[in-house]
Each structure stands twice: as C-alpha cells, then as structure tokens.
C-alpha cells in the first residue's frame, strides 16, 4: 500500500471516534508503529485534526461540539484526588477535554485527556497507576487547568459548584502556579 492511500486509511480508520493505538493502526496495515507515527506527523502537516491520547490516536472534528459550552477550571487537588476530581465532572454530563500546567522554565504543558464517561475516567487512572509515570500537575504543586465541555452553561455551573464544594476548585492568584 503507497503512503497516500495508508494515510486515506488511517483516516477513515480514525473516523470512528474511538481512539485507536499506534499498534493497532500498525497490525491493521501491515507496517511498523514507526511508520504510523511517521504518517500521523504526515496528516497533521496536512492540517489533520489529529490527537494523541493516553488511549491512542483520535480524529478531532471540532463540528462535532458545535453548539456546546466550554469552561477552563483551575484546581488543585491531590493525586489519590485526582479520580473523584474527574469522575465529579464526567458525572455531571462534562467531558474533560484536556489538561494543563503553567509551568516556571517550560511555559504551558498540555495534553489531550477526552474523558466523558466513567469508564475513561476508570480507563485513565489504572493507566496512570500501572504506567509507573505521574499526572502533570504533580509539576506545579497539584495546580492544574481542565477544560471541560458541556451542553450548557448550566451543566458547567453545576460541575463548578460541585468542584468548589469538594475544594478542588482554585485560583491561579491564591497558591503558587510556578514552583522551582
């Protein structure tokens, strides 16, 4: 298969909407994960909307959330936190979309997160706990930034109050946003 017509497949592969690993996208089309990696660099030079994800590759079609709401919270809360955190706003109909830090020496971290049921929540902390690595906010003294889409501005105010009830709810001007 040419690389054009890989690529064509990778798309239509990625346009189911569930992420799809590097691996699978390898055995599926009979070459290395180097060379799906080396195609994914290929779609996004393109201008391919294409994430990486803790659960592999997604194709982000932002008219898929037309007409939704999004919310960046500030939090700060500890790592065995961290599972109630996001299950709080998966829980109230939020889908966190990302998480980021601001970082002293580095600028702003982000990654891709696309959690929007419990079960990528459930997904997401065994990965953190078998991966041995740590969450990003482990950077910044547990601050962190989440952007969370909804379906309204209603759902978003619930997921706040509810984050501030819990006392994950932050602000960058009241703790230390940069630590050493």
Same mark, same amino acid.
């Given at each position: 298969?040419?690389?054009?017509?890989?690529?064509? @497949?990778?798309?239509?592969?990625?346009?189911? =909407?569930?992420?799809?690993?590097?691996?699978?996208?390898?055995?599926?089309?009979?070459?290395?994960?180097?060379?799906?990696?080396?195609?994914?660099?290929?779609?996004?030079?393109?201008?391919?909307?294409?994430?990486?994800?803790?659960? /592999?590759?997604?194709?982000?079609?932002?008219?898929?959330?037309?007409?939704?709401?999004?919310?960046?919270?500030?939090?700060?809360?500890?790592?065995?936190?961290?599972?109630? @955190?996001?299950?709080?706003? !998966?829980?109230?109909? /939020?889908?966190?979309?990302? !998480?980021? !830090? @601001?970082?002293?020496?580095?600028?702003?971290?982000?990654?891709?997160?696309?959690?929007?049921?419990?079960?990528?929540?459930?997904?997401?902390?065994?990965?953190?706990?078998?991966?041995?690595?740590?969450?990003?906010? !482990?950077?910044?003294?547990?601050?962190?930034?989440?952007?969370?889409?909804?379906?309204?501005?209603?759902?978003?105010?619930?997921?706040?109050?509810?984050?501030?009830?819990? /006392?994950?709810?932050?602000?960058?001007?009241?703790?230390? =946003?940069?630590? @050493?």
């Amino acid at each position: 298969m040419k690389g054009a017509d890989r690529r064509r @497949e990778i798309a239509a592969l990625l346009r189911s =909407k569930q992420p799809i690993t590097g691996a699978e996208l390898a055995k599926r089309l009979g070459v290395s994960r180097q060379v799906i990696v080396q195609d994914v660099a290929l779609m996004r030079a393109e201008e391919k909307n294409i994430l990486s994800t803790s659960r /592999g590759y997604l194709l982000y079609d932002p008219t898929d959330y037309a007409g939704s709401c999004r919310r960046v919270f500030y939090v700060q809360h500890t790592t065995e936190q961290l599972r109630d @955190e996001l299950l709080t706003i !998966v829980e109230l109909g /939020g889908y966190v979309l990302d !998480v980021s !830090v @601001e970082h002293a020496l580095y600028g702003e971290i982000r990654a891709d997160l696309l959690l929007g049921t419990t079960q990528d929540v459930e997904d997401f902390c065994v990965r953190l706990h078998t991966c041995g690595g740590a969450p990003l906010k !482990v950077l910044t003294n547990d601050c962190h930034y989440h952007t969370v889409q909804a379906s309204s501005e209603r759902l978003l105010d619930l997921i706040e109050g509810e984050l501030d009830k819990k /006392g994950y709810l932050s602000s960058p001007n009241e703790s230390e =946003k940069n630590p @050493e």
